[in-house]
C-alpha cells in the first residue's frame, strides 16, 4: 500500500501510524457531531462522464456528483480534488472563500479514499480540464483503509482478485469486462426471448446431481435429515418441464462442480441451457450459432473480433465436422474402419495415448480428438456425433446407432457449448442410466446416478426434444479478451487468506 506522499509501499509502522490517524480524524468528526457514517443519502445528479460529455450544454449550471477522492491538491486558500465516480473521474476546484473557513478546513483534513459529495457549477480550468467550482463539500463516508497506489505485475495478480472491490477502484479499466457481462447476458435473454422461449427457474440443490459428467459439492439438509447436492447442471429438471408440455424453456444460471481449477475452470459458473421440442441438434445448431453472431453483433458491434491474438471470423456458417472424420483428418486414424475395442486400444498404444481397462471404443474416440483435434479447432466449429459412450442422455443415430445426434462447439480450441437430440427413449435411458452405475462402481466419481423421477418422467412421453448448453463464463471470456475465467468474475473462488496461507492456490491462473 502507498500514501500519495510516498512511492514506496508503506509498511509496519510508518502503515499503522497513517490507520491510527485516519481513525482519531473520524473519532474528532464524531465528537463534533458530524459523524459521517450517520448521513443516508445524498442528493446525486450527475456523473462525471455526463458532464464532460455534455460540456457545452452544462457550462455554468449546478451539477452535484459524489464519489471516491482520488487524489487532493492543496494549495493554500484554493485547492483540487478528483472524484472517481461509477463512470470515471472529474476534477473539482475548491476554495476557502466559497466554502467558508470552517468547511474548507474539513475538506483539507479529508483523506485520498473518502467518499465524498459535491455540488457546484461546471466550468473549464486554464488547463482546459472540464471540472465543477464546488460551492459545498461534504464527507459521507470515512476510509479507515489506505488506498493501494496502484495495482501491477503477477504478484499483485492475487490481491486483485481476492480484494475486488479494491481493484475496481484502483484499477476502474477492469469494470469495463463487467459491463460487458451484463450485455452478453442481456443480449442473449432477448435472443432467447425473442424466439418464443419462456425463462425459468429450476432448483440448486437436488437430492440427485444428473445432467452431466462431474463430481458434485455434497451439503446436509438438517429438517430432512438428507444429504443434498449442489446442482451440476440444468438439464435433468428442465426436460420435466418439456414433458409437461412447456416446449420451449432456458435457464441461466450458476452450477457447481467439485474440480479442478485452470484458467478456464472455477467451481462455480454460470450456464445457460435451454430445451425446445420437436426439433433436433440441427436445429439446436441454429440457435447455437445465432446466439453467438447476436452477441458478437450487438456486444462487440462486428462480426469479426480479436482473442489473445487470434482473429476470429463470425460472418460465415459455422464449420460442422463429425468426430469420426475430425480425428480422420488431424490424427489420420478412420474409426469407421475399427471394428471392435482391441483394435482401438492397439492404435491407442501405437500412436501414445493413455487409456484405462474401463475404456470403450468410443472412449477411445474421444482421447484421439482430445489428443489431436482439440486445439486444432480454433474458428468456430460444430464437432458432431459423438460416440454413445460418452453421450448417457443423447439419442443414438438411426443409421449408426454406436454414435450420437450430439455436438459441441469449439472456438479457440475450447468448448463452448454442448448439444444433443434429447434422448426420450425411457428404456434406452435406463440401460445407459446402469452403465453410468457400473462406472461410478468401478471409481469414476463423475458418472451419473440414475435419477428414477426423471425415469418416471421419460415414462409418461417426451416429444422429440434438442437440447443445448452453453458456457456464459466462456463467451464473456472470448467477447473482453480475457486470458483466465477470473478475470470476468467478480468474486472468483480463492482459497481463504487463513487457511494453510503460506501455500499459493493450487490454481496458478
Not at 1 to 7: C, E, G, L, R, V
Not at 89 to 108: A, C, P
Not at 178 to 195: C, H, M, N, W
Given at each position: ?7 514506496q509501499p508503506l509498511e509496519g509502522k510508518a ?144 490481491l486483485r482478485y481476492r480484494q475486488r472491490y ?50 458434485p459439492f455434497i451439503t446436509h439438509h438438517n ?287
Open positions: 500500500m502507498a500514501d500519495k506522499q510516498n512511492k502503515l499503522n501510524e497513517i490507520l491510527k490517524i485516519r481513525r482519531e480524524k473520524l473519532a474528532d468528526l464524531q465528537e463534533m457531531g458530524m459523524d459521517p457514517f450517520k448521513i443516508v443519502k445524498a442528493d446525486v445528479r450527475n456523473h462525471s462522464v455526463e458532464i464532460k460529455e455534455n460540456f457545452e450544454s452544462m457550462e455554468g449550471k449546478e451539477v452535484s456528483v459524489a464519489g471516491r477522492m482520488m487524489s487532493k491538491r492543496v494549495m493554500g486558500k484554493a485547492s483540487f480534488c478528483d472524484i472517481q465516480d461509477r463512470d470515471g473521474r472529474i476534477q473539482s476546484y475548491v476554495t476557502r472563500d466559497d466554502l467558508g473557513e470552517d468547511n474548507y478546513k474539513l475538506f483539507k483534513k479529508m483523506d485520498i479514499g473518502d467518499i465524498v459529495f459535491i455540488k457546484g457549477t461546471v466550468f473549464k480550468t486554464k488547463m482546459q480540464e472540464i471540472s465543477i467550482h464546488a460551492t459545498e463539500v461534504t464527507l459521507l463516508s470515512k476510509s479507515l483503509q489506505v488506498l493501494p497506489e496502484k495495482f501491477h505485475g503477477l504478484r499483485d495478480q492475487d479494491v481493484d475496481l477502484i484502483v484499477n476502474p479499466e477492469v469494470k469495463k469486462n463487467f459491463f460487458i457481462r451484463s450485455a452478453v447476458i442481456k443480449t442473449v435473454r432477448e435472443y432467447l426471448d425473442g424466439q418464443d422461449f419462456l425463462e425459468v427457474e429450476t432448483p440448486i440443490l437436488q437430492t440427485i446431481p444428473g445432467g452431466a459428467s462431474a463430481r429438517t430432512l435429515d438428507i444429504d443434498m447436492y449442489m446442482r451440476i447442471a440444468l438439464e435433468l429438471p428442465l426436460k420435466r418441464l418439456i414433458v409437461g408440455g412447456m416446449e420451449r424453456v432456458y435457464e441461466i444460471g450458476r452450477v457447481f462442480r467439485n474440480e479442478g481449477m485452470d484458467v478456464k475452470h472455477n467451481p462455480e459458473f454460470t450456464l445457460l441451457e435451454l430445451y425446445q421440442a420437436y426439433t433436433d441438434y440441427y436445429g439446436m445448431m441454429d440457435i447455437t450459432e445465432g446466439i453467438i453472431k447476436e452477441v458478437c453483433k450487438k456486444v462487440a458491434g462486428t462480426d469479426r473480433i480479436t482473442y489473445q491474438g487470434v482473429e476470429l471470423d463470425f460472418s460465415k456458417p459455422f464449420e460442422r465436422i463429425t468426430m469420426v472424420d475430425a480425428v480422420k483428418k488431424y490424427a489420420g486414424v478412420d474409426f469407421d474402419k475399427v471394428e471392435d475395442l482391441e483394435q482401438a486400444r492397439a492404435l491407442a498404444k501405437e500412436h501414445n495415448i493413455e487409456f484405462e481397462q474401463r475404456h470403450e471404443k468410443g472412449d477411445i474416440l474421444n482421447l484421439f480428438f482430445e489428443e489431436y483435434v482439440e486445439d486444432k479447432l480454433v474458428q468456430p466449429t460444430f464437432l458432431m456425433d459423438h460416440p454413445v459412450e460418452i453421450s448417457p442422455l443423447t439419442k443414438r443415430k438411426p443409421d449408426k446407432p454406436e454414435y450420437t445426434e450430439r455436438f459441441e462447439l469449439f472456438i479457440v480450441g475450447r468448448e463452448f457449448a454442448n448439444a444433443y437430440s434429447e434422448l426420450n427413449d425411457p428404456i434406452d435411458q435406463r440401460e445407459r442410466f446402469e452403465r453410468q452405475e457400473q462406472l461410478r462402481a468401478q471409481g469414476d466419481e463423475e458418472a451419473n446416478m440414475i435419477d428414477e423421477d426423471f425415469m418416471l418422467a421419460l415414462e409418461y412421453g417426451m416429444p422429440p426434444t434438442g437440447g443445448m448448453g452453453m458456457g456464459i463464463d466462456r463467451l464473456v471470456m472470448l467477447f473482453t479478451d480475457a486470458a483466465s475465467i477470473r478475470d470476468i468474475l467478480l468474486f472468483p473462488t480463492m482459497k481463504p487468506i487463513g487457511a494453510n496461507a503460506e501455500e499459493k492456490d493450487k490454481a496458478d491462473i
